[in-house]
C-alpha cells in the first residue's frame, strides 16, 4: 500500500533552518508529482511546494519563495522540503502529498514549530 513518512520537524528558532524529508513507498515515485502542505492551528491546509517527477520543474507558495526549497532523490523515494529564514507564521504540521498520477495520497505529517 502507498505510505507516505515524514520526519524531520521540531523546534527552530526563528531565522533558523530545517530540512523536513518524506520517504515513500508503494508507487512509482519516480513517476510521481509531489507536494508539501502545511496546515497551522485554526487555518486551512495550504500548498507549500511542488516539484515534478524527475525534479526539473518547481512551484512555491508566495509565502516561502525564496526560503524553502524542495527537492527530491528518486534514488531513495525521498522527496525533501528545506527551509530557512523561518518565521513564527511558518508554524505548522508539514504534510508530503502524492500528487500526481491520481490518486493522491497524504503522509501523517510532522510538526515544525518556531519559536525562540
Known amino acids: 500500500q502507498v505510505q507516505l513518512v515524514e520526519s524531520g520537524g521540531g523546534l527552530v528558532q526563528p531565522g533558523g533552518s530545517v530540512t523536513l524529508s518524506c520517504a515513500a513507498s508503494g508507487f512509482s515515485f519516480s513517476s510521481a508529482v509531489m507536494n508539501w502542505y502545511r496546515q497551522a492551528p485554526g487555518k486551512e491546509r495550504e500548498f507549500v511546494a511542488r516539484i515534478s517527477a524527475f525534479g526539473g520543474s518547481t512551484n512555491y507558495a508566495d509565502s516561502v519563495k525564496g526560503r524553502f526549497t524542495i527537492s527530491r532523490d528518486n534514488s531513495k523515494n525521498t522527496v525533501y522540503l528545506q527551509m530557512s529564514s523561518l518565521k513564527p507564521e511558518d508554524t505548522a504540521v508539514y504534510y508530503c502529498?502524492?500528487?500526481?498520477?491520481?490518486?493522491?495520497?497524504w503522509g501523517q505529517g510532522t510538526q515544525v514549530t518556531v519559536s525562540s
Open positions: 502529498m502524492k500528487f500526481l498520477p491520481p490518486p493522491g495520497y
